[in-house]
């Protein structure tokens, strides 16, 4: 919990490590291990039920970031810790052709990073909504192993966009706003798009395995940000 990161005998000072078990299962763990001689586990996800339903083999390294929620004060929002992580990678790609549509993995996930409790999530659907805690998106239909590149773009610590790639060749780019104003609450309402469909066929389909890298760039009197994604087949 302290700014400088450095352990002291502050009570509230805490280490967890967290970790998914790519081909071994659905599953992420958080160990406590504040005190290194005696860990502890702190929490687990176990994927196939309840919020977790769609989450397939657990590839995508949790990023530890803080987001901002709701208030019910119009003049302010509640900044969490939380981790963020895809859907997963789903074991049909083994022999499946890029195009087909996967039954796991096809979703973003961002839950509470002492409990574990889901936060937030996008998913694959026919019809798009948006609510404050779940994000439906149409094209979202190919799972997700990679991690996700969380980007603050105000430098205030706070997670603001999420950039990933998914099986089928696509490239997603999530806003994390929180800024909406609805009869005097502030709400959290993420919305999210397709930025490029980039899949192929035949010889050319292409899968991204690797989370995206990101780069703000200045031109002159412009700026922009550039996203570089690498394609493969493992």
Same mark, same amino acid.
């Given at each position: ?11 509230? !000072? &805490? ?10 299962? /659905? ?9 290194? #001689?005696?860990?502890?586990? #702190? ?16 590839? *995508?390294?949790? $990023?530890?970031?803080?987001? /901002? ?6 003049? +302010? ?10 859907? %997963? ?5 083994? $022999? #499946? ?24 999530? #996008? ?5 798009? *909504?948006?609510?404050? +805690? ?17 980007? !603050? ?9 999420? @950039? ?23 709400? @959290? &309402?993420?919305? %999210? ?7 192929? +066929? ?22 922009? $940000? ?9």
């Amino acid at each position: 919990d302290d700014s400088d990161e450095i352990i002291t005998s502050n009570s509230n !000072d &805490r280490v967890y490590l967290y970790f998914g078990l790519r081909r071994g299962g /659905k599953h992420y763990y958080a160990l406590n291990v504040t005190n290194p #001689a005696s860990p502890t586990l #702190a929490w687990q996800i176990d994927g196939g039920s309840g919020d977790f339903t769609g989450l397939g083999d657990t590839w *995508s390294t949790p $990023i530890k970031t803080k987001i /901002k929620t709701g208030s019910t004060d119009p003049g +302010s929002v509640v900044v969490k810790d939380v981790l963020v992580f895809g859907g %997963g990678y789903d074991s049909a790609q083994d $022999i #499946a052709i890029p195009t087909e549509v996967d039954d796991k993995g096809k979703a973003i996930y961002i839950v509470n990073a002492e409990t574990g409790a889901l936060d937030w999530k #996008a998913i694959g659907g026919a019809t798009a *909504s948006a609510s404050s +805690s779940e994000l439906v998106m149409p094209e979202m239909n190919f799972s997700i192993p990679s991690d996700i590149a969380v980007i !603050d773009l105000d430098m205030d610590e706070v997670a603001d966009r999420l @950039y990933f790639g998914d099986m089928g060749g696509q490239v997603f780019r999530i806003d994390l706003d929180s800024t909406h104003n609805n009869g005097g609450t502030v709400t @959290y &309402r993420p919305y %999210g798009i397709l930025m490029a469909s980039l899949g192929g +066929s035949g010889a050319d389909q292409r899968r991204f395995y690797y989370a995206p890298d990101i780069a703000l760039v200045k031109t002159g009197i412009r700026q922009y $940000i550039s996203v570089n994604i690498g394609s493969g087949y493992r």
